[in-house]
C-alpha cells in the first residue's frame, strides 16, 4: 500500500510563492509522480509530472512559473510556485503511479492567492 502526504500549501499574495512537497511511503516504486490541481466548480487538471528518467511536463497555464523536482530514492516531489495568480488557487493533489500502472492519491492541499 502507498500512502502520499502533500503539504505546504497555504495563503498568499499574488506574485507570491510558495512550494509543496509529496511524501509517498511505502516499499514500492513509482514510476511517475505529478501534481494535478481542482478549483471549484471545475475539474481535476493536470500541473506537472514527473516521471523516472529526468524529464518533466507541465500545464501550458503554469510553464515558467512553476518547477516540477523529484528524488527519486526517497519517492519525494516538490513543486516550486512562483508568481503566483489567483487562478491558481485550487486543492492541489500529489499523484503517484507504480510500474503496473496503479493509481495512488493524496488528500490534497489549499493553495489560495489572494491579497
Known amino acids: 500500500q502507498v500512502q502520499l502526504v502533500e503539504s505546504g500549501g497555504g495563503l498568499v499574495q499574488p506574485g507570491g510563492s510558495l512550494r509543496l512537497s509529496c511524501v509517498a511511503s511505502?516499499?514500492?516504486?513509482?514510476?511517475?509522480m505529478g501534481w494535478y490541481r481542482q478549483a471549484p466548480g471545475k475539474q481535476r487538471e493536470l500541473v506537472a509530472v514527473a516521471p523516472s528518467g529526468g524529464w518533466t511536463n507541465y500545464a501550458d497555464s503554469v510553464k515558467g512559473r512553476f518547477t516540477v523536482s523529484r528524488e527519486n530514492g526517497e519517492n519525494l516531489l516538490y513543486l516550486q510556485m512562483n508568481s503566483l495568480k489567483p487562478e491558481d488557487t485550487a486543492v492541489y493533489y500529489c499523484k503517484g503511479v507504480t510500474y503496473n500502472a496503479l493509481e495512488y492519491w493524496g488528500q490534497g492541499t489549499q493553495v489560495t492567492v489572494s491579497s
Open positions: 511505502g516499499r514500492i516504486a513509482l514510476y511517475a
